[in-house]
């Protein structure tokens, strides 16, 4: 198995434990794995930066569901692109925050033998 496939698998690893994360409302997962620079496009268009998305996991959102049904992974040197589909679903009290498909681009940086996400952008999915 080349150095590649192994990177692309601990990637594809992350992605599915940081969605676990997000279900358990397990914040410090996030705090480890975003670089102190991280920038996230929420689906609403907001830009935030790490203390805004970790703020927003200690409040009363609720994620109920994140499934992972697609994910690409690209190397390039130390720096990952994933790609990701699938379903969200978050909710705020009885308000409904997110529901349905989306997709994701994180792009992760080595920084000291750990994979750290500098930048994410997640975007719903039209309806067509």
Same mark, same amino acid.
Not at 14 to 36: F, M, N, P, V
Not at 38 to 50: E, S
Not at 58 to 67: A, H, N, P, R
């Given at each position: 198995?080349?150095?590649?496939?192994?990177?692309?698998?601990?990637?594809?690893?992350?992605?599915?434990?940081?969605?676990?994360?997000?279900?358990?409302?397990?914040?410090?997962?996030?705090?480890?794995?975003?670089?102190? !620079?991280?920038? *996230? @496009?929420?689906?609403? %268009?907001? &830009?935030?930066?790490?203390? /805004?998305?970790?703020?927003?996991?200690? $409040?009363?959102?609720?994620?109920?569901?994140?499934?992972?049904?697609?994910?690409?992974?690209?190397?390039?040197? !130390?720096?990952? *692109? @994933?790609?990701?589909? %699938?379903? &969200?679903?978050?909710?705020? /009290?009885?308000?409904?925050?997110?529901? $349905?498909?989306?997709?994701?681009?994180?792009?992760?940086?080595?920084?000291?033998?750990?994979?750290?996400?500098?930048?994410?952008? *997640?975007?719903?999915?039209?309806?067509?």
């Amino acid at each position: 198995m080349g150095v590649h496939s192994q990177e692309e698998q601990a990637l594809t690893k992350i992605q599915h434990e940081w969605a676990k994360a997000r279900i358990k409302g397990d914040s410090s997962y996030t705090r480890r794995l975003e670089a102190e !620079d991280c920038t *996230i @496009v929420w689906p609403d %268009g907001r &830009i935030v930066n790490k203390r /805004g998305d970790l703020e927003s996991m200690t $409040g009363d959102i609720v994620f109920s569901e994140f499934k992972i049904h697609h994910l690409q992974v690209r190397l390039y040197g !130390d720096t990952g *692109i @994933v790609v990701g589909e %699938g379903i &969200i679903k978050a909710h705020k /009290g009885k308000q409904d925050l997110l529901g $349905g498909k989306f997709v994701w681009t994180d792009t992760f940086v080595e920084q000291g033998g750990q994979w750290k996400v500098v930048a994410s952008q *997640i975007t719903p999915v039209l309806e067509k």
